[in-house]
């Protein structure tokens, strides 16, 4: 193993060694995931005493990195610790709890996957999905309350003779627990989601929006129901804003009027006030705004203006974490009343900035195609320009990532462009995509490629093109795209070189097998109306287009993306003369679980990037 590579990605890891950072109700204490060298324990701090991750103490033997962990909330009364996990990284999720005086891990419900879920305001009962699979290949999800005190569980509903599926959503209950509320997403196409009402004693289900209130991003903003009003964010005229239901009447008010986009949200922990934060990518500022969720007057008159990009932490109390393209995350405890005062600071990495940052970067827009403009964001290293890469997937983000430093270290550029699709630029330019994955946000990335030729003076043998997940099949699609696609004759780019991070290339294998076949069908519409166009959007159909120098990495143990979706592909790659480089984890998930492995990936996709671009 090269010894100067090796130093460099143990660089980054070892400042980074904490993970899912979750602070409980008052501050007083900070959970989080640490990473040693082969595992990931789960640690406590008390944050009346100290600040710093250094003193947090190991509260459980359980190593993480062999399953996820997702925390919910720390229950005070009987000293618990509330998640979510799985076993073996294979997304059987179901709900734990953990003693923090033993360590001891308690598996509260036992579902081939927990999807829904939500606990009282009391902390005593639960409501539980178990979302499984038929013979036929459909996901139907049954529902269940559970008590805390007694375990005793009760049957509630099954979905699979409804229209309208549950899948994935909180669930609220009212404050004297007698009703449960939880959205449902029609013909389970996530595009139009609606709000179930059921009433726990008589087991009646009554849905609560009309038909045209529908849309496909709909979601609570509060953490229970109480006077009959039930808060929530919409996207049903086209931007995000709040609005409230009055369960008496039937009534539906909108609260909030914002045009640009709401990037996240806190409710208060007594449910009566809500901070929600709006990103201006532009002028690389966050906007905190807050609004009351009871009495008369709504909106505090101050918008509180943030320099970078600032995200709410894991937390019912107000802390905001911030991050930008050169500079590490850190975590902010704030006052608000008429001034925004900062109380606290938890800084979650080890060592100097100056070490970890080695490049500088700004915000821009380029023209696609089609003359629309693509914003992203441009990484460029401190030294000589040596290539550059483009985020296929999931750009447009002005956060810290190691990735891109290691990648500045080598001299690579790096563009994160939010093509057609993407989040958080609204939802006309997020709705794109729907009907036509594989088809013009790739050709945002192509064209992506052909500004940088110019911006950076580089040829296309130096330009290459990286993703996970999505991503990863972005970029395999972005290297076989058809020359002739849409009637084009230039939508096929030469790229120099392309990194997949658990990707699939073949679509139908992908809805047949992966535990999200839904987000596909949101993607390309139902398989059985469109199988062709499945297929004629797989890379594995177009592999002869293939000529770039490819690495790919995936684990076997991916439920979210099978390796079945990649095997064939992966064959012809093996049967080929093409360049590649394949590395395959018999016990990673949806990604590498430990230091480990994430040093043997980092050492070969330096290795293969040093020898393509050299």
Known sequence: MPIAEKLMI?????????????????????????????????????????????????????????????????????????????????????MYSLKIETGEIEQITHCTYCGVYGFSADRMLLVYGDRYKTSQGRFYTKLYLK??????????????NWKYKLSWSDVKFDL???????????????????????????????????????????YFACKFIAFNKLFFFSEVNKHKNLYVLNLDTNKIDQISFFVNEISDYLVSKDNKTLYVTVVNYKKNETYLNKIMLMGEKRFDSVKHVLSGTHFFADSEDLWLGSSSLDQPH?????????????????????????????????????????????????????????????????????????????????????????????????????DMIKG?????????????????????????????VKGRSHGGYAVLRSLTMPKNFKSMTNSFYPYGFGICLSGFADLIDFYKTSNIPDWLVSMLGQYDLAEEKYKDRSPLYFFNNLKAPLFIFHGKNDRRVPLSSMEGFLNKLRNSNKDYTINILKEAGHGPSNKKEEIIKYIKIIKFLKKVLN
């Open 330 to 430: 850190m975590f902010t405890k704030y006052r608000l009343d008429q001034e925004l005062v900062k109380e606290k600071k938890l800084c979650p990495y080890i060592g100097s900035k100056e070490a970890l940052v080695h490049n500088a970067y700004k915000y821009l827009e380029y023209s696609s195609f089609d003359s629309k403009k693509v914003p992203a964001y441009l990484s460029l290293p401190k030294g000589d320009i040596k290539g550059a890469v483009i985020t296929a997937f999931y750009g447009g983000n002005n956060d810290y990532n190691f990735q891109t430093q290691i990648f500045s270290e080598l001299g690579i550029a790096v563009l994160s462009p939010a093509v057609r699709g993407s989040f958080n630029h609204g939802t006309d330019w997020r």
């Open 147 to 160: 008590d805390l005190n007694t375990g005793d569980s009760q049957f509630l509903i099954d979905d699979i």
């Open 176 to 218: 004297k627990k007698e009703n449960i509320f939880f959205m449902v997403d029609r013909d389970n196409l996530r595009k139009k989601y609606n709000i179930v009402q059921i009433n726990l004693t008589s087991k009646s289900c009554v849905k609560l929006l009309p038909e045209d209130q529908e849309c496909c991003s709909l």
């Open 436 to 464: 036509d994955l594989g088809g013009n946000e790739i050709l945002d990335l192509q064209w992506g490629a052909k500004y940088l030729e110019k911006e950076l003076g580089l040829s296309s043998n130096k330009i290459g």
């Open 10 to 94: 143990e660089k980054y890891l070892n400042a980074f060694p904490y993970t899912q950072t979750y602070i409980s109700r008052e501050s007083k204490y900070l959970f989080f995931l640490k990473e040693l060298k082969n595992s990931k324990i789960l640690y406590k701090l008390d944050l009346e005493q100290s600040d710093s991750y250094d003193d947090a103490v190991e509260i459980c033997s359980e190593d993480f990195s062999k399953r996820s962990y997702m925390p919910i909330f720390f229950c005070s009364k009987v000293n618990f610790l509330y998640f979510q996990s799985d076993e073996n990284n294979k997304e059987n999720f179901n």
